[in-house]
Every structure is written in structure tokens, then in C-alpha cells.
């Protein structure tokens, strides 16, 4: 008895077209999945931030003066630099941030800086002997491993006796007041990326 011959089983032509189905969703899939990994992990930046803002104002309320940390913590170049991989809170940061009050729930990806000073433009009219009129949090982070370091940023400007800015302090990269992408307006008082360093 003979069998039939091609009854059973994929062309080789099938078989091409449903591979490269596949090769088309995981193109269109995988960046989506690493976009949204690295939105998750900076997620760590915008509640930290929040916190060290808030710390920021009751400093102030209490001592006149906005908290300084100039110097990211921790170190990244003590942990392979900024990536995908958590560093610890070690003891430099905790004394770093010690006297603010502010220290974050277990490891983390993003470092953290705290700039104060009187701000540039900034005249009698912010506040009369004021040490610092203004601070700006950073986190500075590359979770998205592309070796660019990304900043997300919560800047307190200088206002005057009218609330108009008079003046903001620069941050740890010197990088600008994160802008509205619709506005092209700086963004004050929330915390925000910015997106003139990196996305991610």
C-alpha cells in the first residue's frame, strides 16, 4: 500500500511566514517590555524625591535654611557605576543625609544630591539674611543601562514677596529645570524628569 504524500504536516513557506510573525511581534514587544522596566525602576526616583522634598521643607521651617548634600550618594563609581543593578545605602550616605532626616527603604538605583544656595538673580527680595533661598533634589540614575546618566529632579525655586521666581539653584549635573514637553515651561515644585540629559 502507498501513503499520500504530502497530506501532513507545514510547507516550508508556512513555516517562514510563522517565523517571521514572530520575529515581527518580538520587535515590536521587547522594546515595549524594556520601556516599561525602566519606568518601573524610576518610579524609586519620584517617591524618593517626594520625601527629600518634603524633609527639605520641615528643615527649613525649623532652621530658615534649606538642607544641603551636594555630593551624590552613594558613590556610584564604589558600585561599577549607574545601571540596572541596585547599590546599597552605605554609611557615607546616611551620614550625608543623616542631619536632613531622609533615608530611603533598602537599596536603590538612583543616586542622590541636594543643592541649596542663594539663587542666581536672587536679590533682597527672597528673604532678608537668608542662607538659602532655594534647593533642587536630583536622583541620577541610568536604568535603562544605556550608559547615559538620566536626572529626575523636584526644583524649589527663589520666589519674591509677589511669588514670582526670582531665581533657582542648579542641580549636582548642572543640568536645567526639567521642561513641560506641551509648554516648554519649567516645571516647579513636582518632581520631574528631565529629558535634556535622558529619558531613563
Known amino acids: 500500500m502507498r501513503r499520500a504524500v504530502g ?14 510573525i514572530i520575529g515581527l511581534l ?20 519620584y517617591a524618593n524625591l517626594a520625601e527629600i522634598a518634603r524633609s527639605e521643607k520641615s528643615f527649613q521651617a525649623e532652621r530658615d535654611s534649606f538642607f544641603e548634600a551636594a555630593v551624590p550618594m552613594p558613590d556610584w563609581d564604589s558600585y ?18 543623616g542631619e536632613l532626616g531622609w533615608k530611603p527603604e533598602g537599596r536603590v538605583f538612583y543616586s542622590y544630591a541636594v543643592n541649596t544656595g542663594t539663587a542666581e538673580g536672587c536679590d533682597a527680595a527672597c528673604g ?36 514670582s521666581v526670582v531665581g533657582e539653584c542648579p542641580s549636582s549635573l548642572n543640568a536645567q529645570t526639567p521642561l513641560d514637553p506641551k509648554s516648554l515651561q519649567p516645571i516647579f515644585n513636582e518632581v520631574a524628569v528631565n529629558f535634556g540629559t535622558d529619558e531613563f
Open 128 to 163: 532678608p539674611a537668608a542662607t538659602s533661598d532655594c534647593f533642587t533634589a536630583s536622583a541620577m540614575g541610568d536604568v535603562d543601562g544605556d550608559t547615559f546618566v538620566s536626572e529626575v529632579m523636584y526644583v524649589q525655586p527663589a520666589r519674591d514677596a509677589n511669588g
Open 80 to 97: 561599577g557605576g549607574l545601571g540596572t543593578s541596585k547599590m546599597p545605602w552605605d554609611g557615607p550616605s546616611n551620614t550625608a543625609f
Open 26 to 45: 518580538a520587535a515590536v514587544a521587547i522594546p515595549n517590555f524594556m520601556s516599561y522596566q525602566a519606568k518601573a525602576r524610576r518610579s524609586e526616583a
Open 7 to 20: 497530506g501532513d504536516g507545514f510547507t516550508m513557506i508556512e513555516l517562514m511566514i510563522v517565523v517571521a
